[in-house]
């Protein structure tokens, strides 16, 4: 029995993902990879807290044995919005984007300044 569930991932938009990385680049060095979308801050973002009992060691091992490519990042927001567009009736088709700003390495503990 697992305690996290992975989910399907949700594409972006193509066109509009090479426009904001072309414009992004320009200012700051940007990367197009796959961001995982949780469900908390702490737990399922794979953060260790002796207080709770997150069940999460394992936590980036299984992104890494279910979710292809590289996990880029972690948010709480991102799937929804895309989920959201993907849902749009025939004729009404929503494309949407998301960009993630990322301040801190997880694995490392880093912070930008």
């Keep these: ?3 996290y569930d992975v989910s399907r991932p949700c594409e972006s938009s193509k066109a509009l993902t090479s426009l904001l990385r072309e414009e992004i680049s320009k200012a700051a060095p940007c990367i197009v990879g796959t961001s ?7 737990s399922s973002q794979a953060r260790h807290d002796p207080n709770f009992d997150d069940r999460n060691r394992g ?14 990042s972690m948010e709480m927001e991102s799937f ?3 989920d959201l567009a ?27 300044e």
């Design 1 to 3: 029995d697992k305690p």
């Design 59 to 72: 936590l980036m091992a299984l992104l890494e044995a279910e979710v292809p490519g590289t996990v880029e």
């Design 86 to 112: 993907r849902c749009a009736r025939p004729g009404s088709e929503i494309e949407a984007v998301a960009v993630v700003v990322i301040v801190a390495n997880r694995a490392t503990g880093e912070v930008v």
């Design 80 to 82: 929804h919005l895309l």
């Design 36 to 42: 995982c979308t949780t469900d908390s801050f702490y």
